[in-house]
């Protein structure tokens, strides 16, 4: 296993062939900080910052919410800048959601849209406010946040936005 760690530390573009190797192993914490530790010096930031968002999903698909915090909270002081944090501000938000802490899940969901207004997780926090807001019987501020984005894409989001836009008018009128 050494050999593995070696030969990926030193030549880290070969993480991708030799990384899944490495895990199959099954490493002890020790030889995988050695491991990941030199060969993440290696990797483009973008890279580094989408594999954390990766790992943090894996890890609230098993309901590991603590471990998915701690990966975000990880990505969001090391990527600050990187393309990905909306994604991650969006993923710490709906894991607050999932979690009842809709105060929490509201603060990250308008820091998204207030911070990163143009881009599509803003999009989905707009939708996921927008469905919270009509549960809560609040119809018009549903509707509000729903109508931006029902304008503005026309993909899956932009439909259930669309959806919700008329489930706001229906619950305004009755």
Avoid at 13 to 30: A, I, M, N, S, V
Avoid at 33 to 39: S, T
Wanted: charged share 30%; with cysteine; hydrophobic share 40%.
């Amino acid at each position: 296993m050494l050999a593995i760690v070696e030969h990926c530390r030193t030549r880290p573009h070969l993480l991708r062939r030799q990384g899944p190797t490495f895990l199959q192993l099954e490493p002890t914490p020790d030889t995988w900080l050695h491991f990941w530790g030199d060969a993440n010096k290696a990797t483009p930031e973008k890279i580094a910052a989408q594999a954390l968002i990766d790992a943090a999903n894996i890890h609230a698909r098993q309901k590991k919410y603590d471990r998915a915090f701690e990966i975000l909270g990880r990505l969001e002081k090391e990527h600050r800048d990187s393309e990905v944090i909306s994604d991650a501000i969006y993923l710490k938000a709906f894991l607050f959601s999932e979690n009842n802490n809709q105060e929490e899940a509201n603060r990250n969901f308008e820091l998204l849209i207030d911070r990163y207004s143009t881009t599509l997780a803003a999009d989905k926090a707009r939708v996921a406010m927008a469905r919270m807001y009509l549960e809560g019987g609040e119809a018009g501020l549903s509707k509000n946040l729903a109508e931006k984005v029902a304008t503005s894409r026309t993909d899956e989001y932009g439909a259930e936005a669309q959806y919700l836009v008329g489930m706001s008018l229906a619950a305004k009128k009755n």
